[in-house]
């Protein structure tokens, strides 16, 4: 016999109890500041690793994320779900820290994923994602969010669109753009040209 | 081209490809001090009543549901710069000098370096990889510190708005006087350097005088709880605190003082008959050492949780009750027919790194030709140390060496860092 499930689909269910939850935040209640940190706090570190890659001013910044996430929750009005909007705040502070300094680069070494049974195929994955992060060091900070967000991160153009609050047009010239700039870039790094041959251009069907 | 159907399959082809750059992931120990971090900022930044839902609505664009943008703390008293500096205008006419409740809060992080910070008439330096919070709050101003060392000469003030430090779950009160802060896992040790303070913890109490530090190892216990335990269980559930209450030096003590001295008081030890650190009971020969400091602050990685999760890892592992003065200290002696533990020396040299910084790169140099646990910290401090100094080329060959010889050691990543920063 088929046992009679809720008919209120999970989604809501989630969504309702994130309203809670904000609420909760908003009222300053410490209780719930620490559980929405501990539910969502790796996805946070995670995006920004993503868009910065290993960082000394990791700790700060995740702070800095939480800090703005529980300042500007009065403004939150569950149009998106929680996590994107707070996936918008990691991005205002990661575009915040890219323009006020520049990061200090930190090699990708063990950190860079890497099953490659040949030591000197390993050698030059690794060499590629450090030289990915170095040229996206250079980058302009929207162009880097936008490629970052959806080349690494891996979202939909129109994901990453909503998170830039941009429109899905401008966020894939953005993304052409950091794409023409890194393979400007790759034809002088052959390390950095195998890393972008990996890389399937940008089309509309990724919405 | 093949794409998955939810995602847009560019990372999967880079995973495919085995060359996406994996997140690093962070230590229990670590997000433990992140969230304890956060919420001490959210205590100075969001008290109770501050959440404000027509100033976001006002910030927020209308109907954008967007999060008010750039939360970084540190601009909005530049904003309010005007504001203050009329307020303290105002206060000048009518002879307070007590600083604005509503002042900034400010933030100071040191990596390899120390730094010295004035906050009006009072200065304190920073030590190396350390991290302090300085906030006005409406009776105090309250300096919390987050990991490492921090020196104060704090000016007298007025009894009713006192200089708050806090460093875990001790609080230091000062009202006028000189002396040192070191984080101790929960805890916290104090060295005086003038005036006499006045310790209490769990209702014990003890006057702590010019020249003495709290508490005195050579009669404190052992903490019951482990600093590893005891750190992690403090990043969420504060327990009881330590209040030190210094006088002017010479004051006659209040009424309230005097009944607390009355109290039973815990050991006090003047600095110039503290045992040495390279003393037997700080050796620990037999026990497994680890790096015994965070070298270069922020982000450490998957190693960085064991470091700081041991005991030995923290500076003052060996007893609660050293809280050395980096310019007070000598170099290690040998006290007994054991000589000192590679330990020992390396927590002495790192003693001595500011006012002798020659001989500390001697014995990190002399350390780090060794092949126990503690050669490798004493190689990366020698860099490091070198760094400090402007010795860029020797900086670079020392950190160069250290990748080679530990590639993967606990401070592999600052020196990957540090060596970039010399380039």
Same mark, same amino acid.
């Given at each position: 016999m088929v046992q009679e499930r809720s008919e209120v689909p999970l989604s809501l269910v989630r969504a309702r109890e994130d309203r809670t939850l904000v609420e909760r935040c908003i009222a300053a209640d410490r209780a719930a500041q620490r559980e929405l940190f501990r539910r969502e706090s790796r996805r946070v570190h995670a995006t920004l690793f993503r868009i910065l890659g290993s960082n000394l001013s990791m700790d700060d910044l995740i702070q800095d994320v939480f800090i703005e996430v529980f300042k500007s929750l009065p403004s939150f009005r569950g149009e998106s779900s929680l996590s994107t909007w707070i996936d918008r705040c990691t991005a205002h502070v990661a575009i915040s820290f890219l323009r006020k300094k520049r990061p200090r680069l930190v090699e990708m070494g063990a950190e860079t994923q890497s099953n490659a049974t040949n030591p000197e195929e390993q050698v030059l994955l690794k060499e590629a994602a450090r030289r990915l992060y170095a040229e996206l060091d250079r980058m302009d900070p929207k162009l880097r969010l936008a490629i970052t967000l959806h080349v690494i991160d891996d979202r939909p153009v129109?994901?990453?669109?909503?998170?830039?609050?941009? $429109?899905?047009?401008?966020?894939?010239?953005?993304?052409?753009?950091?794409?023409?700039?890194?393979?400007?870039?790759a034809q002088r790094d052959p390390a950095l040209a195998a890393?972008? $041959?990996?890389?399937p251009a940008t089309s509309g069907g990724d919405q | 081209m093949i794409r998955q159907p939810e995602r847009t399959g560019q990372a999967s082809a880079l995973r495919a490809a085995r060359c996406t750059?994996?997140?690093?992931?962070?230590?229990?120990? =670590?997000?433990?001090?992140?969230?304890?971090?956060?919420?001490?900022?959210?205590?100075?930044?969001?008290?109770?009543?501050?959440? *404000?839902?027509?100033r976001a609505s006002a910030r927020a664009p209308a109907g954008s549901n967007a999060p008010v943008s750039n939360a970084r703390p540190r601009t909005w008293p530049v904003a309010l710069a005007a504001t203050f500096a009329a307020a303290a205008a105002a206060a000048f006419a009518l002879h307070l000098t007590r600083p604005s409740v509503h002042a900034s809060t400010s933030r100071v992080v040191t990596e390899a370096s120390p730094s010295h910070v004035t906050i009006a008439e009072n200065s304190l330096d920073v030590s190396p990889e350390s991290g302090i919070?300085?906030? %006005?709050? %409406?009776?105090?101003?309250? #300096? *919390?510190?987050? =990991?490492?060392?921090?020196?104060?000469?704090?000016?007298? =003030?007025?009894?009713?708005? /006192?200089?708050?430090?806090? !460093?875990g779950d001790v609080q230091v009160r000062v009202v006028g006087t000189e002396f040192t802060v070191r984080r101790v896992g929960v805890g916290a040790t104090v060295t005086v350097r003038h005036g006499v303070v006045q310790v209490r913890e769990h209702g014990e109490l003890a006057l702590v005088r010019a020249g003495e530090r709290w508490p005195d190892e050579t009669k404190e216990m052992a903490p019951a709880v482990p600093p590893r335990a005891a750190e992690s269980v403090g990043a969420a559930q504060p327990q009881g605190a330590v209040l030190v209450e210094p006088q002017a030096q010479g004051a006659a003590l209040s009424q309230e003082q005097v009944a607390a001295s009355a109290q039973p008081q815990r050991p006090v030890a003047p600095v110039g008959r503290q045992p040495h650190r390279a003393s037997a009971p700080l050796a620990q020969p037999?026990?497994?050492?680890?790096?015994? =400091?965070?070298? +270069? +602050? +922020?982000?450490?990685? /998957?190693?960085?949780?064991?470091?700081?999760a041991s005991p030995a890892a923290l500076p003052e592992a060996p007893g609660p009750g050293?809280? /050395? %003065? &980096? *310019?007070?200290?000598?170099?290690?002696?040998?006290?007994?027919?054991? &000589?000192?533990?590679?330990?020992?020396?390396?927590?002495? @040299?790192?003693?001595?790194e500011r006012s002798d910084p020659a001989r500390a790169l001697r014995i990190y140099t002399q350390l780090a030709r060794g092949s126990d646990p503690w050669a490798q910290n004493?190689?990366? @401090?020698?860099?490091?140390?070198?760094?400090?100094? +402007? !010795?860029? *080329?020797?900086?670079?060959? #020392?950190?160069?060496?250290?990748?080679?010889?530990?590639?993967?050691?606990?401070?592999?990543?600052?020196?990957?860092?540090?060596?970039?920063?010399?380039r």
């Open positions: 129109a994901e990453v669109a909503q998170i830039m609050e941009a $429109s899905v047009v401008a966020t894939k010239t953005r993304v052409w753009r950091a794409r023409r700039h890194l393979e400007k870039c890393f972008l $041959s990996h890389v | 750059p994996e997140v690093e992931p962070l230590g229990d120990v =670590r997000w433990a001090r992140i969230e304890q971090s956060l919420m001490q900022r959210l205590d100075s930044e969001l008290p109770a009543a501050e959440p *404000t839902p027509a919070v300085v906030s %006005e709050e %409406e009776h105090a101003t309250v #300096l *919390t510190l987050e =990991r490492g060392e921090v020196s104060l000469h704090v000016a007298p =003030r007025e009894k009713d708005r /006192p200089f708050l430090v806090e !460093a037999h026990s497994p050492a680890p790096p015994p =400091r965070k070298q +270069g +602050g +922020g982000n450490v990685g /998957p190693s960085d949780s064991a470091v700081e050293v809280a /050395p %003065e &980096p *310019t007070s200290v000598s170099a290690p002696a040998p006290v007994s027919a054991a &000589p000192p533990s590679a330990q020992s020396q390396y927590e002495a @040299a790192a003693q001595i004493a190689l990366y @401090a020698a860099g490091r140390l070198q760094a400090d100094r +402007g !010795a860029r *080329t020797d900086a670079a060959r #020392l950190l160069e060496e250290y990748l080679r010889r530990f590639p993967r050691g606990s401070n592999a990543q600052d020196a990957r860092a540090l060596r970039e920063s010399l």
